[in-house]
């Protein structure tokens, strides 16, 4: 089998996958499994792979998940022990009477939030500081967890930016040169970026204003204040340790520095954590830590099974293995050629700004290694063939994409993200596409303007 075949098969099998989620046919979980399972049998059929390949892609593929899995557990147990511990409820008070009954102050203090909370340039752990602080408010003001998760998305691309982050670093691999350096060039958009999240969180908070949220809003007056009923209230009152407040913030913030100090692995700080708040808020009660767990056991076993699908289809997609010492290329690398075949010379000549346009949908079927370390190598071999300099090109790919990266199901934190904010993915994406691909382009255009990119 052709590596052009394959590169097809699997933009068929993404497509397959978005569609099928965009349609709610199954499970974010199931479409993982089965669309790529269907592909890698394909392959075999064909010649491409051995059954033993297949196990072994797939077994490299939750390398890559199985820790993003456990940060997940563990911070769902983590931040529903705070929420019941009652931690929240003082936060959330403060934080109303800051904003007052202001929408437009919500979103924006959510982007101010994910700006500082994504300076480590952890998806993850962004996530884990912001949705978890902010969903409580988005639901007492009556607002999306879709806008959210958008207005929070688009702040965490911008501070992707950062030359310790992930896809700066590749790209200045790629480039051969240092992330300062390639920093230096992004500074100028990102700057600009940043103050075009900012207007887009007032955006998004007029667009939630105008449909009546707000602590007196129309959707106050229909739907009326979150009330507990009587047995859900008795829960809340047995478990609620207003007295320990204090230390339910130290601790947070312990967990938070741990994550940002990057020793352990991110799911260390949480598992810590967890043990110490059942312990200090509910003392030495194994019935009581049982029940605590299994208040949030759904959410983060429907996670962990989302998070368990996405390993197979990163290792059937993403992954590559050796035959005979003879490394055989990955599906995505065969996709990435595959464009390389069928990009006209016309467009050929504006690469750059081709690549600008078209980074955004293509973060949906690459993740950031197989876009930067494979398509980046492809781009520039094709832009010389035009005399086009590599470091343009390095520019769209690092800018462009990064306004997508949390929107792409190919992006564990994504998936980490969604599920903290209990939201589909299929929702997430369709709320967030085109928001987040006209920054993009705006982004491109402002880049265009200062000499960056060439037209």
């Known amino acids: 089998m052709s590596e052009v075949i394959v590169g097809i098969l699997g933009f068929l099998c993404i497509i397959a996958i978005v569609v099928t989620l965009f349609k709610s046919k199954t499970l974010p979980s199931i479409a993982f499994v089965v669309f790529p399972f269907l592909l890698a ?12 390949n297949v196990g072994a892609l797939i077994k490299s593929g939750f390398g890559s998940t199985a820790p993003t899995a456990a ?50 340039g952890g998806g993850a752990s962004t996530f884990c500081i912001v949705v978890p602080a902010m969903l409580p408010v988005y639901k007492k003001m009556h607002m999306r967890s879709t806008t959210l998760l958008r207005v929070s998305v688009l702040a965490m691309g911008v501070l992707n930016l950062m030359p310790w982050s992930g896809p700066t670093a590749r790209a200045a691999t790629v480039l051969g040169i240092e992330a300062g350096e390639l920093w230096g060039t992004l500074l100028p958009i990102q700057a600009f970026g940043i103050v075009l999240c900012l207007a887009h969180a007032v955006l998004a908070g007029w667009q939630e204003q105008k449909r009546g949220a707000g602590l007196n809003g129309k959707l106050a007056q229909l739907e009326g204040g979150a009330i507990l009923d009587d047995a859900a209230q008795a829960v809340h009152n047995e478990l609620a340790r207003p007295r320990l407040f204090v230390f339910n913030v130290l601790l947070t913030v312990a967990v938070i520095a741990l994550l940002i100090w990057d020793e352990f692995p991110s799911y260390v700080p949480f598992m810590l ?90 973060a949906l079927a690459f993740d950031t290694d197989s876009y930067f370390y494979g398509m980046l190598p492809v781009m520039i071999g094709i832009g010389e063939g035009f005399g086009i300099a590599a470091l343009p090109i390095a520019v769209a790919m690092v800018v462009c994409r990064n306004c997508a990266t949390f929107i792409s199901p190919m992006v564990p934190a994504t998936l980490l993200g969604v599920g903290l904010a209990d939201v589909d993915i299929k929702d997430h994406i369709k709320n967030s596409f085109l928001y987040v691909w006209g920054f993009s382009i705006l982004c491109m255009i402002f880049a265009v303007i200062l000499g960056i990119m060439p037209l």
């Open 273 to 362: 954590g967890v043990a110490a708040a059942v312990l200090v808020n509910y003392g030495f009660d194994s019935k009581m830590h049982k029940k605590i767990i299994n208040l949030h056991a759904g959410p983060a076993l429907m996670m962990c099974s989302t998070l368990m699908g996405a390993a197979v289809l990163m290792g059937v997609l993403v992954k590559s293995v050796t035959v005979n010492d003879v490394e055989v290329a990955s599906v995505v690398t065969c996709m990435s050629n595959l464009i390389k075949m069928i990009l006209p010379d016309f467009l050929g000549r504006h690469l750059p700004l081709v690549i600008g346009v078209l980074s955004v949908p293509l």
């Open 71 to 120: 940060l997940f557990v563990f911070s769902v147990l983590f931040f529903g022990i705070m929420t019941d511990a009652g931690m929240f409820d003082v936060i959330i008070s403060r934080l109303m009477k800051l904003v007052g009954s202001s929408v437009i102050g919500v979103t924006v203090m959510t982007t101010v939030i994910a700006l500082i909370g994504h300076l480590d």
């Open 41 to 52: 049998l394909i392959l075999v059929i064909g010649g491409y792979y051995s059954m033993g």
